[in-house]
């Protein structure tokens, strides 16, 4: 439950939902959050999977190249985000 990924999910279903999350009947709303909650839960399985499938071919050369590509993009998304926030001011 502590996963960004899975609140983010959540925070999205919600919100898309709308006026209609309130008409919801409970089991409606539990069979959501369950879905939800499967969805996050089978996605971090194949991933963590794949990686255990992969990680003999993974070289500490190509781990840092993984790493800094990985960094340029979270920099990359910063500032934009920053930009974003500065032109929307």
């Known amino acids: 439950m502590a ?7 959540f925070i999205a279903l919600f919100a898309g ?6 008409a ?3 089991g409606q709303s539990l069979l959501m959050v369950f ?3 499967g969805g996050s839960a089978l996605w971090w ?5 794949l990686i255990h499938r992969l990680r003999r071919q993974i070289n500490p050369g ?4 993984i790493n800094r590509i990985a960094g340029g993009a979270l920099g ?3 500032l934009g985000a920053i930009a974003a ?5």
């Not at 939902?17 to 309130?22: C, I, K, T, V």
């Not at 926030?85 to 001011?89: I, K, P, T």
């Open 3 to 9: 996963n960004p990924a899975t609140i983010f999910a």
């Open 17 to 22: 939902l709308g006026d209609q999350a309130e």
């Open 24 to 26: 919801a009947s409970l």
């Open 35 to 37: 879905g939800v909650f």
């Open 45 to 49: 399985l194949l991933l963590c999977g």
């Open 62 to 65: 190509l781990l840092g190249w």
């Open 76 to 78: 990359a998304f910063g």
């Open 85 to 89: 926030a500065l032109h929307g001011a």
